[in-house]
């Protein structure tokens, strides 16, 4: 795929959608960072209907650190692996408090150092909450960058590394959630909905699927 081509799908999607955003809920760097460890193998949905109880009740550091594990685990237990996630965001609470003041850090290998963070949390986390033009790559992501062709890789590390290579930069800051947006909505796993597909005529997936 080249150059043009890529502009012009992300002027599609950028014309589709000005501002694009996160489904999940938050307000604060921190609540988007819990949110965020929590949606592992989850959907923003569910997510979503935990933090809404939670987060009235604990949404900083020492807050969630007074409710303890169990207390924690109340809120959360309708989401997958929340025994993991759980153990994860009582650890991170305690080192924001012990390492960060408090506050989530802004820097990859501070936010990589906390449980349950990883490179794409740590990268949506950066892009999201602080504006820095990182792209976190996850399943939708992988599967719409290989198909369209726009970054294909064989590794989620290497789409990454593509798409910061290839995208141009006025459209940098926004490309996860267009692109998140695309894979959940349009280019779905199963059976793509080519057919209701703005960037049908620039996509090169072989096997389009014309509704």
């Avoid at 290998?109 to 949506?124: D, I």
Wanted: aromatic share 6%; net charge positive; glycine share 4%.
């Amino acid at each position: 795929m080249n150059k043009q081509k890529r502009t012009e799908i992300f002027e599609r999607l950028r014309a589709e959608n000005p501002h694009p955003t996160t489904e999940l809920n938050y307000t604060t760097p921190f609540e988007l960072l819990i949110a965020v460890i929590l949606s592992a193998q989850a959907t923003d949905k569910g997510v979503n209907k935990a933090t809404d109880k939670l987060y009235p009740v604990a949404n900083t550091p020492s807050a969630i650190l007074e409710l303890k594990e169990e207390g924690l685990k109340r809120y959360i237990k309708t989401i997958g692996l929340f025994n993991t996630k759980a153990s994860n965001i009582i650890k991170t609470c305690a080192m924001l408090i012990e390492h960060h003041n408090s506050e989530v850090p802004q820097e990859r290998e501070s936010l990589e150092a906390l449980p349950g963070v990883g490179r794409k949390t740590a990268n949506v986390i950066l892009n999201t909450a602080f504006g820095q033009p990182v792209i976190a790559v996850d399943t939708h992501i992988f599967r719409v960058s290989n198909r369209t062709r726009i970054a294909p890789g064989k590794t989620v590390l290497e789409v990454e590394h593509k798409l910061v290579k290839f995208i141009p930069d006025e459209f940098k800051l926004d490309a996860h959630h267009w692109l998140i947006l695309h894979g959940r909505y349009v280019c779905v796993a199963r059976k793509p909905r080519c057919g209701a597909c703005i960037i049908e005529d620039l996509c090169e997936y072989k096997q389009k699927a014309i509704d």
